[in-house]
């Protein structure tokens, strides 16, 4: 691991600050202009201007890398993904586009049960093969650290199956994952018309062998109209919350559901989706500090309206963007997607954008500590642009100009 200096950069994106950065404090990323950064042991051990930095700096044995005419900037986190998964449902995506749709796909034994059917017959080493074709995508656009549920298991051995193949992964991929339980996906077939019973299996059941086996830092749950009800949601995150999991729910994807009033009254770290938030719940999130991860490539994929990130930033939400990266409504880890879908019919700007992949991204997943913002101490996760200022983010659209990606101080990603 050698001791590395970035110099020269002509924009030098921080992202620090308190965290996560709520409403109007989205715009404030920290930029640097004729920035400088050292690393040294995997962390960022100084920042500021290149003349600044030098100066306090014994350099001469550091490997330099001028960033003239270059944008640097946090690593991109993604905070909510399903990439983990067998199978693929490339069949719905066309018959979406023929009028049917995701519910009833979900009614016809499409959807989710049909990527059950597929994760349960996959073995680990399958899904761990898979898995780590996905992460070097992913880490190929700039995302060095990610959110993983699992949730296409509906059972005991498959999603454990899926949250070890997290593990596995995590300690031998440069990508950082943090791992979701998602238990409650879906109502499976064996559970037909049960789902009250459904949701005592995984208190009971699931959520001890998940905690006694160290598998998952956070709980999830598709709260959702013909899906899981307020109630069930409530019972089910609850319990985790007692068992010392951190909370996370789908709310309000398909309709206004309550699921933003829920996680602001049980201190959810985020909701996510979000797409048919109330106004009451929107406040109550901003209120409580529960963040909004908004899913922009869903809604473009499934052809609705997108999450009002306009009004949750203007209430004073803290805003996330992430992929949710899955085999039906969102098949795509493409974070430059993400990035001119949420400034152009989102309503976002750059700043706001950059704010929502690095460091509430990283709040999301409580890992603010670590990644999200370059400042000293910090995991040396970093990003270098191909060209001189934030605008060709958007300006590139859909168009991946990351260079080069550092990661943990190391060079893993380098386009000459």
């Known amino acids: 691991m050698a001791d590395l200096v970035l110099k020269n950069i002509n924009e030098l994106v921080t992202s620090k600050g308190k965290a996560p950065k709520c409403g109007a404090d989205m715009k404030d990323i920290g930029i640097i202009r004729d920035g400088c950064i050292t690393i040294a042991g995997g962390l960022i051990t100084d920042v500021g201007k290149t003349a600044d930095v030098i100066k306090r700096n014994d350099i001469e044995n550091y490997i330099e890398i001028d960033c003239k005419d270059k944008t640097v900037l946090p690593g991109f986190v993604d905070s909510h993904t399903h990439f983990v998964f067998g199978g693929y449902r490339a069949d719905e995506f066309a018959a979406r586009h023929q009028g049917n749709t995701y519910m009833d796909l979900l009614k016809m034994g499409g959807g989710i049960s049909s990527t059950v059917k597929s994760t349960r017959a996959a073995s680990l080493d399958e899904l761990i093969e898979s898995g780590r074709k996905r992460l070097d ?102 319990e985790a919350k007692k068992m010392g999991f951190s909370l996370k729910l789908h709310a309000d994807e398909i309709v206004q559901f309550g699921g933003a009033e829920l996680a602001a009254e049980l201190g959810a770290i985020s909701a996510d989706h979000l797409l048919s938030a109330s106004e009451e719940g929107i406040v109550n999130m901003a209120e409580k500090g529960v963040i909004a991860t908004l899913l922009p490539a869903t809604a473009f994929n499934l052809k609705e309206a997108y999450a009002d990130a306009r009004r949750m930033i203007e209430r004073g939400c803290a805003v996330a963007l992430a992929t949710d990266f899955n085999p039906g409504s969102s098949f795509t880890n493409s974070i430059p997607l993400i990035i001119a879908l949420a400034a152009l019919n989102m309503e976002m700007s750059t700043s706001e954008i950059i704010t929502a992949l690095t460091i509430n991204g990283a709040a999301a997943i409580r890992k603010e500590n670590e990644v999200g913002s370059i400042e000293p101490g910090k995991k040396a996760d970093i990003l270098i642009l191909e060209y001189p200022s934030i605008d060709f983010l958007t300006y590139n659209t859909g168009i991946n100009i990351v260079k080069t990606v550092i990661k943990n101080g190391e060079i893993v990603i380098n386009r000459r």
């Open 137 to 238: 995508s992913m880490l190929s656009f700039g995302v060095t650290t990610v959110e993983g549920k699992s949730g296409y298991g509906l059972d005991i051995e498959t999603e454990i199956k899926q949250l070890k193949t997290m593990r596995e992964l995590n300690s031998s991929h440069p990508v950082d994952i943090v791992s979701t339980f998602l238990g409650p996906h879906s109502v499976p077939e064996e559970y037909k018309g049960k789902g009250d019973e459904f949701i005592e299996f995984m208190i009971k059941i699931a959520l001890p062998k998940i905690k006694e086996n160290n598998l998952a830092e956070f709980v999830d749950i598709f709260c959702e109209k013909g899906v899981f009800n307020i109630k069930q949601s409530r019972k089910f995150l609850s």
